[in-house]
C-alpha cells in the first residue's frame, strides 16, 4: 500500500475508538453519510463558544465574526471545487434541497409542457422525484437512459434521447447504490454540443475525488457536506453565474430582498437571493473546517488510497462464493455494493453489526436500481479514507462466518 | 462468533429460513392479501381459506430476511384451526411480545412464536417480525389492498 498516513487520520476522528457491542467500531457505511474529524467538531464548539451571532445582519462584533467566518468558508468552496466566483456557491441544506430548487426554479422557468428532462437509471430517488414533481406541475417528460448489468450508463442509448426536446440533463456523477463513475466529461460534450445544460448530482462523488466545475464545464453541481466529513444540515448548489442570476429566487424571507415594501420587493444578489432565512452557520462554518482538513491530506492522495482500498476489497469478495458484486463498472468509486446466495440484506446487516462492522442493507434510495438487478435490496460497503485493508478481512471473515452460520 | 445474536437468530428461525412451511399459492383461497416493507423491501402474498369463521388454510409467497420468513412461516402453522377472532388475539399478545420492552413473555399464549421474542432488543427489526401478522389482519378484515409496514 502506498504511504497515506492512515492511523495518524484515524486519531483524528473520536468515534473510530467507539466501540459497538463490545467490539472495535469498523465503520463502512460512508456512503450514507461519514464520520467527523475533531477539527470539524472543535470548529463548532468554538464557534458557539466564541463567535456565534447570526450573519449579515448587525454591526456589532460577534454578527461580523460570525459572518466572516460564513463567509469564509464559502470561500474555501469555491476554491475546492473551483469555481470562478463565490456568487455561484449557494449554501442550501444539502444535495436534496439544491435538487429540488434547480427543478422549482430553473425548471419552472425553463420547462414547459412537451420538454424533456434526461435522467439514468442510476439515479438516488432525490435526483428522480424532483423531476416527476416538476413534470406533474408542467406536463414535461422524464426520460430515463438504461444501464447495462456493470451498471455502466448505455452512453449510445444517452445520446440517443438527447432530443430538441430536452431541457435539462441531471445525472448522478457517482452512483451510491452501485459505486460506478459516470462518463460526466462526455455526457457535458454532448449535452452541451445541443445546447442543453447538465447538472451533476455529486452527492456520492465530493468525498472521493477532486472536483473542478470550470474543467468539468457542468452548470450545476450539488452535494451535501455530510458526506464529506462536515456537519449534516449543510449543502451546496454550485450554478454557473449566468444560469443563477437569471433564476427565479427558491424561497422569500430575511437576506433574499434588498429591498421590501407592501407593493414590491426587490431580490438580493448572488448568492443570497437563494438563501432566504438564517442559515446554518455553524454546520457551514464546520464545511470549511473539514474542506481545510481534507487540503491538507490532499484529494489525490485520497483517491489513490481509496482505489488501493476498493480493488482489495473487490478480490477479496470475489473469492467468496455465494457472493455476488452488484455494480462492476470500470470506473468505480470505493462502494462494494453484494447480495449473498439465500442471505437476506437485512440479516446480512444485523449479522456484522453483532461484529461492530456497519454497513448499509436495504435499497439505498436507488429503488429502480434493485428492480433491475432483480434484488429486494442489496448489502454495501462504503469506504472512506480512514479505513484499512484490515477491517476489510474482518468484513470478510464475518461474511464468510455468517454464510456458515445460515448454512 | 456471533454468540450475541443467539437469542435473535434461535436454530428454529434458521430452521423455518431454509425450510418455509406452507410456502406455496393457493389456488382456492378465500383471501389474498399482499404485504411489503419498504424499508428492506420484503414482500409476501398472504392465502387464507376460511370456513365461516374458521381459517382451515394459510399459505405464502414472498421473499424476505430470515426474520420475516420464519415470522410468516410459523404463523401460518399457528393460526390453521383457529377462528378470527382467536388469530386476532394471538396478534395482540405476538405484538406485545415483540414491542413490549418489559413485559413478560406469556409462553403459553404464543407457544412456539416464542422464539420470535429476541426481535424486541433490535428495534430496526421489529417490522421483519410483524409484517405477517399485519398482513393476516387485513386478510381477516377482508382488506385486499397491499400492507404496508410503513
Ligand atoms: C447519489 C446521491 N444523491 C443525493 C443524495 C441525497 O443527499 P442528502 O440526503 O444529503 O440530501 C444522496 C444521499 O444518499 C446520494 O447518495
Known amino acids: 500500500m502506498t504511504n497515506f498516513p492512515v492511523e495518524k487520520i484515524r486519531a483524528d476522528f473520536p468515534i473510530l475508538a467507539e466501540k459497538i457491542r463490545n467490539k472495535p467500531l469498523i465503520y463502512l457505511d460512508n456512503a450514507a453519510t461519514c464520520q467527523k474529524p475533531k477539527v470539524v467538531i472543535d470548529s463548532i464548539v468554538h464557534l458557539y463558544s466564541h463567535d456565534y451571532a447570526n450573519v449579515h445582519r448587525g454591526v456589532h462584533t460577534l454578527s461580523v465574526r460570525s459572518t466572516d467566518k460564513f463567509e469564509g468558508a464559502r470561500t474555501k468552496v469555491k476554491e475546492f471545487i473551483n469555481a470562478s466566483n463565490e456568487k455561484e456557491i449557494?449554501?442550501?441544506?444539502?444535495?436534496?434541497?439544491?435538487?429540488?430548487?434547480?427543478?422549482?426554479?430553473?425548471?419552472?422557468?425553463?420547462?414547459?409542457?412537451?420538454?424533456?428532462?434526461?435522467?439514468?437509471?442510476?439515479?438516488?430517488?432525490?435526483?428522480?422525484?424532483?423531476?416527476?414533481?416538476?413534470?406533474?406541475?408542467?406536463?414535461?417528460?422524464?426520460?430515463?437512459?438504461?444501464?447495462?448489468?456493470?451498471?455502466?450508463?448505455?452512453?449510445?442509448e444517452f445520446e440517443k434521447l438527447l432530443s430538441d426536446k430536452t431541457r435539462l440533463v441531471a445525472v448522478v456523477h457517482m452512483s451510491n447504490a452501485l459505486g460506478t463513475i459516470n462518463p460526466v466529461k462526455k455526457i457535458i460534450a454532448s449535452a452541451h454540443s445541443k445546447n442543453i445544460p447538465v447538472?451533476?448530482?455529486?452527492?456520492?462523488?465530493?468525498?472521493?475525488?477532486?472536483?473542478?466545475?470550470?474543467?468539468?464545464?457542468?452548470?450545476?453541481?450539488?452535494?451535501?457536506?455530510?458526506?464529506?466529513?462536515?456537519?449534516?444540515?449543510?449543502?451546496?448548489?454550485?450554478?454557473?453565474?449566468?444560469?443563477?442570476?437569471?433564476?427565479?429566487?427558491?424561497?422569500?424571507?430575511g437576506d433574499m430582498i434588498r429591498k421590501v415594501t407592501f407593493a414590491e420587493t426587490e431580490y438580493n444578489a448572488l448568492p443570497y437571493k437563494f438563501e432566504a432565512g438564517t442559515p446554518s452557520i455553524a454546520d457551514v462554518v464546520g464545511l470549511g473546517a473539514a474542506i481545510d482538513y481534507l487540503n491538507e491530506i490532499g484529494m489525490d492522495a485520497l483517491?489513490?488510497?481509496?482505489?488501493?482500498?476498493?480493488?482489495?476489497?473487490?478480490?477479496?469478495a470475489k473469492h467468496i462464493k455465494g457472493l455476488r458484486i452488484i455494480g462492476e463498472a470500470a470506473e468505480k468509486g470505493a462502494i462494494l455494493s453484494f447480495v449473498l446466495d439465500k442471505i437476506h440484506p437485512h440479516d446480512i446487516g444485523t449479522m456484522l453489526d453483532s461484529l461492530g462492522i456497519a454497513i448499509r442493507a436495504g435499497h439505498h434510495c436507488a429503488m429502480p436500481v434493485m428492480v433491475f438487478y432483480q434484488v429486494p435490496a442489496t448489502a454495501r460497503a462504503s469506504f472512506a479514507m480512514y479505513n484499512t485493508k484490515q477491517e476489510i478481512d474482518s468484513l470478510m471473515e464475518g461474511i464468510r462466518s455468517l454464510i456458515e452460520v445460515f448454512g | 462468533m456471533f454468540d450475541d445474536l443467539r437469542d435473535l437468530y434461535q436454530e428454529v428461525i434458521f430452521d423455518?429460513?431454509?425450510?418455509?412451511?406452507?410456502?406455496?399459492?393457493?389456488?382456492?383461497?378465500?383471501?389474498?392479501?399482499?404485504?411489503?416493507?419498504?424499508?428492506?423491501?420484503?414482500?409476501?402474498?398472504?392465502?387464507?381459506?376460511?370456513?365461516?369463521?374458521?381459517?382451515?388454510?394459510?399459505?405464502?409467497?414472498?421473499?424476505?430476511?430470515?426474520?420475516?420468513?420464519?415470522?410468516?412461516?410459523?404463523?401460518?402453522?399457528?393460526?390453521?384451526?383457529?377462528?378470527?377472532?382467536?388469530?386476532?388475539?394471538?396478534?395482540?399478545?405476538?405484538?406485545?411480545?415483540?414491542?413490549?420492552?418489559?413485559?413478560?413473555?406469556?409462553?403459553?399464549?404464543?407457544?412456539?412464536?416464542?422464539?420470535?421474542?429476541?426481535?424486541?432488543?433490535?428495534?430496526?427489526?421489529?417490522?421483519?417480525?410483524?409484517?405477517?401478522?399485519?398482513?393476516?389482519?387485513?386478510?381477516?378484515?377482508?382488506?385486499?389492498?397491499?400492507?404496508?409496514?410503513?
Open chain 1, 90 to 156: 449557494i449554501f442550501v441544506k444539502g444535495a436534496t434541497e439544491a435538487i429540488n430548487l434547480i427543478a422549482q426554479t430553473y425548471g419552472k422557468a425553463n420547462i414547459k409542457a412537451g420538454d424533456e428532462i434526461l435522467i439514468t437509471a442510476m439515479e438516488h430517488h432525490s435526483n428522480i422525484v424532483p423531476w416527476q414533481m416538476l413534470c406533474e406541475q408542467t406536463g414535461a417528460v422524464l426520460k430515463v437512459a438504461p444501464i447495462n448489468l456493470q451498471g455502466e450508463l448505455i452512453f449510445a
Open chain 1, 303 to 316: 483517491a489513490a488510497y481509496e482505489a488501493e482500498l476498493l480493488a482489495y476489497a473487490t478480490e477479496q
Open chain 2, 16 to 150: 423455518h429460513n431454509r425450510n418455509p412451511r406452507n410456502f406455496r399459492v393457493m389456488d382456492n383461497a378465500d383471501r389474498k392479501v399482499e404485504g411489503f416493507n419498504p424499508l428492506c423491501g420484503d414482500r409476501l402474498t398472504l392465502y387464507l381459506k376460511m370456513e365461516g369463521e374458521t381459517i382451515v388454510d394459510a399459505s405464502f409467497q414472498g421473499s424476505g430476511c430470515a426474520i420475516s420468513t420464519a415470522s410468516v412461516s410459523l404463523m401460518t402453522e399457528i393460526v390453521k384451526g383457529k377462528t378470527d377472532q382467536e388469530a386476532q388475539d394471538l396478534f395482540k399478545i405476538f405484538h406485545e411480545m415483540t414491542t413490549g420492552k418489559d413485559e413478560q413473555i406469556n409462553l403459553e399464549a404464543v407457544g412456539k412464536l416464542a422464539v420470535l421474542a429476541g426481535v424486541r432488543e433490535y428495534p430496526a427489526r421489529v417490522k421483519c417480525a410483524t409484517l405477517a401478522w399485519h398482513t393476516l389482519d387485513a386478510a381477516l378484515k377482508n382488506e385486499q389492498n397491499a400492507v404496508s409496514t410503513e
Open chain 1, 199 to 253: 447538472l451533476l448530482d455529486g452527492a456520492q462523488a465530493i468525498p472521493h475525488m477532486k472536483i473542478d466545475v470550470q474543467d468539468l464545464d457542468c452548470d450545476f453541481y450539488v452535494f451535501s457536506g455530510h458526506k464529506l466529513y462536515a456537519p449534516a444540515g449543510v449543502g451546496i448548489l454550485y450554478g454557473k453565474r449566468a444560469l443563477l442570476e437569471a433564476m427565479p429566487p427558491y424561497q422569500g424571507g
